[in-house]
């Protein structure tokens, strides 16, 4: 078994006291949060999956339980949820706030008990740009593509470039998701106005953000639906925004 779980558990712990940063209280948070909404709701329309509650998604690296409350609102049937999470008491912070019918395991995500071919959506957000070992992420892209069934597909939402100030984490470009993913047609959405510009900007004013958000070459994330196909073969559609 890889190490990187454990050495993520020491990247995660340096966080603490920053929780401040990623509060829906500030203005820059909450433009990116529903603007990755927004995108999340198009990639389904897109797809074709529009009959929620029949959807199975697991969620890897689901921490306190903030996205699994988003599908929830969204339609989602509870029952049909699972979030997986490294940390111990992120984990209970989901378990607290999550209806008990959605399921929470604990522990390293590509060695949890999900039975092969049994979901519709594998998520992720920001969990592959912490893991730094390579093998360790083909290892949980591997686990993450046999949950699947045909015609499902991962939702990946993970920003693309380094950021020099934060040695813990490392940017994921597209063509990285398709080498973790080759056998998956991408479709991937640029969006989130670069964090720290974003900051800068909501203290003048909130309305900063659209505006500056209209160019794509600020936006650092990427929205990707990796969909596994019933029949061989894969590629990249164009990248849009």
């Given at each position: 078994m890889s190490t990187d779980p454990h050495s993520m558990a020491e990247r995660y712990a340096r966080r603490i006291g920053l929780e401040d940063r990623y509060s829906l209280l500030r203005p820059e948070v909450w433009h990116m949060v529903q603007e990755r909404q927004r995108a999340i709701i198009e990639c389904l329309v897109a797809q074709g999956l529009t009959d929620l509650p029949s959807l199975r998604v697991v969620e890897v690296g689901c921490g306190a339980g903030g996205n699994l409350l988003e599908l929830l609102r969204l339609g989602f049937a509870p029952e049909q949820l699972c979030g997986i999470e490294l940390l111990p008491e992120r984990a209970a912070q989901a378990r607290r706030c999550l209806p008990a019918a959605v399921q929470i395991l604990e522990g390293d995500a590509s060695l949890r008990p999900i039975e092969p071919g049994s979901c519709d959506i594998v998520l992720q957000s920001t969990v592959f740009s912490s893991l730094l070992d390579d093998h360790f992420q083909q290892q949980l892209a591997d686990a993450m593509w046999a949950w699947l069934k045909p015609g499902g597909g991962v939702l990946w939402y993970d920003f693309t470039v380094n950021n020099p100030r934060n040695r813990d984490v490392r940017g994921v470009p597209v063509r990285r998701v398709q080498q973790l993913f080759p056998q998956a047609r991408l479709q991937a959405t640029r969006l989130t106005l670069?964090?720290?510009?974003?900051?800068?900007?909501?203290?003048?004013?909130?309305?900063?953000?659209?505006?500056?958000?209209?160019?794509?070459?600020?936006?650092?994330h990427v929205l990707v639906w990796a969909g596994k196909p019933t029949t061989a073969g894969g590629d990249v559609a164009a990248l849009k925004g």
């Open positions: 670069a964090p720290p510009l974003a900051r800068v900007a909501c203290a003048w004013h909130p309305g900063w953000y659209g505006v500056l958000n209209t160019l794509p070459f600020l936006r650092t």
